[in-house]
């Protein structure tokens, strides 16, 4: 009897905790997985380095080889949304995803997806329509999972295994969003204004 051979796929993560239980998805489904760091939204530099030891704590826990990007990108991130703040979200997921997908095709993977689909906070349709572009650009076939199910679970694992998990999104902005409790009210009742 001849075996399948697995499927190789780049996960492009985000931190360490939100890539437990799609990697648990990943695998069940047969999956080759190799993970990929590349975050360059990540503010400030401290949050930035915590966050990658937390991935290498999964790493070694779960047997996930990581193609690590160490490289402190936030000069040119800022650059990239300077005068676009309201749309800095967009301009992020484009640039993982974009550089995820180039990865996936020097890496010669047959797919790739990232763990932005395991957050409740994240805008998850527009993650999905910007991969699903690349990979009709690039060629290299995006999958999409609603990894959300899982939150609750991935969230309690992570705090069983004792990895950090961060109180904000990543960026300069999502920062002051979670600590400027002014910010948040005004935040607030501009979307509840425009529903």
Known sequence: MMKM?????????????????????????????????????IHPYQEFRRRIRALRQVAEIKNLPVIYDTEYGLRNFLRAITYREDKRCEICYLIRLEQTVKKALEEKAEAFTTTLLYSRYQAHSLIKDIAEDLAFRYKVPFLYKDFRIGWEEGQEEAKILDIYRQP???????????????????????KNESL
């Open 5 to 41: 051979k697995k499927s190789k796929i780049l996960l492009h993560i985000c931190c360490g905790p939100c890539a437990l239980y799609p990697l648990k998805v990943l695998y069940k489904e047969g999956f080759e997985v190799t993970g990929y760091f590349f975050n360059p939204n």
């Open 168 to 190: 904000y999104c990543g960026c300069i902005f999502s920062e002051e969003e979670r600590y400027n409790k002014k910010l948040r009210r005004r935040l607030r009742r501009a």
